[in-house]
């Protein structure tokens, strides 16, 4: 066995398996090693229907690779987190225990607010310096969890119903999307935020988005040929960048996608729905940036697996929905150049 400790990200469309030496500092995440499969599992899924038999087969083989790096690394504790998609399913925590009991890994069907928190665990975990007034969103395959930092601290979180598979399976029909389906998208994402209860944003606060939308739109504007987390990290995306790649994105087809430096060719079909729930949230929180992080979920498990956060975070507000009558979204205020 060695002295390593093992994180599984099990999302809706993405898998990710991190590495790094078991030690009692969050430096140690500085070493870690990060693979990543997309069995879209939640594909077609509908809340309270059954996990597909196709994504089940793409996401066994995926953990049977993910599995064949541990059992040469021999990691002393293995945590799995499973998101949004064991939550809609009727068999997620079979599919959970099933995983279990062919690997021998912990696994745990994470809430959205033990989602939420982990992954704002990860994001603090990764910008320097670390924000004191923060939203941090994790746009996830069907969920997006936001968390407010007031003072360095976590003070509230909350897990909505959108997410870059959702978004697309409902609103975009293909390549090139049509506007009227962007449209769609920014009013969806706009009627979610409304119907929450949020915090003050205060005009120091900044916004911090992280998972493989916000990264992938940052190593796309970046122009990285090769997927680096140190210039990801702290990196800054202007709204006026995002909404200009947007209307790049959603006129290309599939293939003129797929050639696109730091664009992951399986993420070429649901980039642009994500990418409009970017650009939505920036518009309705009225922030003309938006701060990435790497860390994320992912880096969050491993912290609790390292015992440097809880599984089960502290009680925080919880939210309650607004009535019916909220008003429309803020206008959006104006842009700055990239």
Partial sequence: ??????????????????????DPDVSAL?????????????????????????PLQRAWAALDAFEAVLAAERPRKVLAGATMFARQAADGPEFLA???????????????????????????????????????????????????????RIVQTQSLELGVVGLTEQFVSGAPARPEELAAVAAEVRRRLAAAVWRPLSSESI????????????????????????????????????????????????????????????????????????VAVLDFFQKDR????????????????????PL????FETPTPAPASVPPSPPSSPEVGP
């Fill in 98 to 152: 099933e995983a279990a009991r062919r690997y021998g890994w912990e696994t745990t069907l994470l809430s959205g607010t033990q989602e939420a928190f982990l992954s704002a665990a990860g994001v603090l975990s990764s910008l320097a310096p670390r924000p004191s007034e923060a939203l941090i969103f994790d746009v996830g395959g069907r969920s997006t969890e936001f968390v407010k930092v007031e003072g360095g």
């Fill in 1 to 22: 066995m060695s002295d390593l400790l093992a994180a599984l990200d099990l999302g809706s469309n993405t898998f990710r398996l991190l590495l790094a030496p078991a």
């Fill in 312 to 315: 089960e975070p502290p009680s």
């Fill in 207 to 278: 916004l911090a988005g992280t998972a493989g939308t916000v990264t992938t739109v940052t190593a796309m504007l970046l122009k990285l040929p090769k997927y680096d987390p140190a210039l990801i990290n702290n990196s800054v995306v202007e709204r006026q960048a995002a909404e200009t790649l947007l209307a790049e994105l959603a006129a290309e087809t599939l293939e003129r996608r797929h050639a696109r430096v730091g664009l992951h060719p399986k993420r070429a079909d649901v980039i642009v729905a994500g990418l409009a729930e970017v």
């Fill in 290 to 309: 938006l701060t990435v992080s790497d860390g994320s979920l992912l880096e969050g498990l491993w912290l609790a697996a390292a015992g440097l956060t």
């Fill in 30 to 54: 500085a070493a870690r090693r990060v693979w990543q499969e997309f069995p879209r599992l939640s594909e077609g899924l509908k809340p309270g229907g059954r996990l597909g038999a196709e």
